[in-house]
């Protein structure tokens, strides 16, 4: 039967098999001592004085006829008889005390496994989509209790990593969706235009190219994350000052474009990562200050250690900045998000509306706590 494979069923009988063996002990040994006293009784206490029968403080007036071989042989059938109701009632009560027994362990187990009832009634109404369950337990501080708060915990680090992923793919879904329409409208007003000329047939593969390039870096970035995520990433000690001179190199040419200076200070910092994922999260990182900087600003990255566990990357603007609560909104500061996390760092903004924005990516040199909660750039 089902419920006889339930740890509720295994506990009771545990706990009706201690009681039952204990009481049975106890009865047992009950039974073998009075028995032990009523055969000493006959051997050695018995004795007839006269036409009397002496046995422990009782005296009997015996008929003169009785032989005291036949005052010992009645006295051993009553010493049976008394012996053989014993153990019926024994047998009666050892029955009764396996089914009380049964009961009681039925309901202390059930008492003792509710939380456990309450943690699997939970587990069941998980979904994917709805994370927000949670067991609550309140009590002692026993076992359960902590199991139960680890299960809410785990539940905990689900929901978060969770929303991520579906924040994360939102975001690369709708950037992703933003170049691929400008190429398709782009192509199909050229060629809805039966007169286009060369030079129109050139200025829309320059579009193509160009957007089809910042998808390839944003398919070149979901990568590195993947690699990550899978622990197929090798890491390696990584001097966060040649990826800031390399930035400043790779950008000197779009920064010159829109009319943007690029200033480059770079600070020795050794940090455990993979250069790949960290070039690609600097390079959004700039992506986006070049984007928001005005014309005639300076976009100033940098990277140092703020203390000796601490190591940092940074980017400052002089944009119109934006609100904090909204770091997260776009595929390249998705992709920054993820990478910091992946290498248990962080990433932190510092704006100020219309005087600019500084994003922090601190990363951990020697240790995983807390990162310091400061701009070591200030805002320029």
């Known amino acids: 039967m089902k419920f006889t494979r339930s740890i509720r069923f295994r506990l009771s009988s545990l706990y009706s098999a201690v009681v039952f063996g204990l009481g049975g002990l106890l009865l047992g040994l009950v039974y073998a001592a009075i028995r032990w006293q009523l055969t000493r009784q006959v051997e050695t206490r018995m004795f007839l004085s006269g036409q009397r029968l002496r046995m422990g403080q009782y005296t009997v007036v015996l008929d003169a006829r009785l032989e005291e071989a036949q005052v010992r042989t009645i006295e051993s059938l009553f ?13 009666l009560a050892l029955a ?39 067991i609550a337990l309140e009590g002692p501080d026993d076992e359960l209790t902590r199991l139960a708060a680890t299960f809410d915990s785990m539940l905990d680090r689900l929901e978060r990593a969770f929303s991520s992923q579906r924040k994360f793919l939102a975001d690369t879904s709708h950037d992703l969706r933003t170049p691929l329409s400008v190429i398709r409208s782009n192509v199909e007003v050229t060629l809805d235009d039966p007169e286009s000329s060369v ?9 193509v190219v160009r957007n089809a390039s910042r998808m390839g870096s944003m398919i070149d970035g979901l990568l590195a994350a993947a690699r990550f995520e899978s622990g197929q990433a090798t890491m390696v000690q990584v001097d966060l000052a040649a990826l800031i001179d390399q930035a400043a190199l790779d950008h000197k040419l779009a920064a ?12 020795r910092a050794i940090v455990p990562g993979e250069p790949i994922a960290l070039t690609r999260a600097l390079n959004n990182l700039v992506d986006n200050a070049l984007r928001v900087a005005p014309p005639g600003s300076t976009v100033r990255i940098a990277s140092g250690s703020d203390q000796p566990q601490w190591a940092y990357l940074v980017v400052s603007d002089q944009g119109p900045g934006f609100e904090p609560s909204r770091t997260g909104t776009g595929f390249g500061l998705s992709i920054v998000e993820q990478v910091a996390a992946l290498h248990k760092g962080h990433l932190l903004p510092f704006t100020v509306q219309d005087e600019g924005t500084a994003m922090v990516i601190w990363l951990p040199a020697e240790s995983d706590g807390d990162p310091p909660a400061h701009n070591p750039l200030p805002l320029v």
């Open 96 to 134: 009764l005390l396996f089914v009380i027994s049964m009961i009681v362990g039925w309901i202390i187990a059930g008492r003792a496994l509710a939380p456990v009832d309450r943690i699997t009634q939970v587990a069941r109404e998980i979904e994917a989509s709805d994370l927000s369950r949670r």
């Open 199 to 207: 030079d129109e047939w050139r200025a829309t593969g320059e579009i």
């Open 79 to 91: 010493n049976q008889y008394v012996l053989d109701e014993l153990a019926r009632w024994i047998l």
């Open 256 to 267: 010159a474009t829109a009319d943007i200076q690029i200033e480059a200070l770079p600070g």
